[in-house]
């Protein structure tokens, strides 16, 4: 699990949980309706008295079981969103002398390091995604409260992109940006 993957320890955490409680109301439910369970008879009511609730009361029921399952929806689409594929880069130009291999990881480090020296910039993840045919760049910048974001853009596209195609021997090199804003500021003249 990476850094810019959190989450994923506490919704497995979770799945598992959740998982867990229905599969023993599930259980109990069966045992119970089968009589192997007697701590409830199979025809005792299941709430006391026979009236119905208030009229209030199921708009109540109804809007919270709405509301619980569209932040269940928002919840699943969350997991949807991955980060992109990593490969390692083979460089060969002949078989017969041998093959160079880079992984994703190693060749994207520099790169990181470097956005992460840029005035503003708090912390800089990258994932170098796709073959060497086709890869691209994941960039999560946590910047600054006060960080100018469009010279932050500036830096990265006239010195650290142009350095990484370089070193990566490439001619084009697609990237996307998304950029956090960090509860740190900069340091401020008095």
Request: hydrophobic fraction near 45%; aromatic fraction near 6%.
């Amino acid at each position: 699990m990476t850094s810019l993957n959190r989450p994923a320890g506490l919704n497995r955490a979770v799945l598992v949980l959740v998982g867990l409680a229905l599969i023993a109301v599930g259980a109990f439910t069966l045992l119970t309706h089968f009589g192997t369970l007697t701590v409830l008879k199979p025809e005792s009511a299941l709430v006391p008295g026979t009236g119905q609730p208030p009229t209030w009361a199921l708009y109540v029921i109804t809007a919270g079981a709405v509301v619980l399952g569209l932040l269940v929806l928002r919840w699943l689409v969350a997991q949807l969103t991955r980060k992109p594929k990593t490969y390692t880069w083979r460089f060969e130009t002949d078989p017969d002398l041998g093959r160079t291999e880079l992984a994703a990881s190693t060749a994207i480090e520099p790169f990181t390091t470097e956005v992460t020296s840029y005035h503003g910039v708090h912390a800089a993840h990258a994932t170098l995604a796709g073959t060497r045919d086709t890869p691209a760049v994941a960039l999560v910048i946590s910047a600054e409260q006060d960080a100018d974001v469009s010279e932050i853009r500036r830096r990265i596209d006239t010195d650290g992109l142009p350095r990484l195609r370089q070193a990566l021997d490439l001619d084009t090199l697609s990237v996307t940006i998304e950029f956090r804003f960090s509860t740190k500021t900069g340091a401020r003249a008095l």
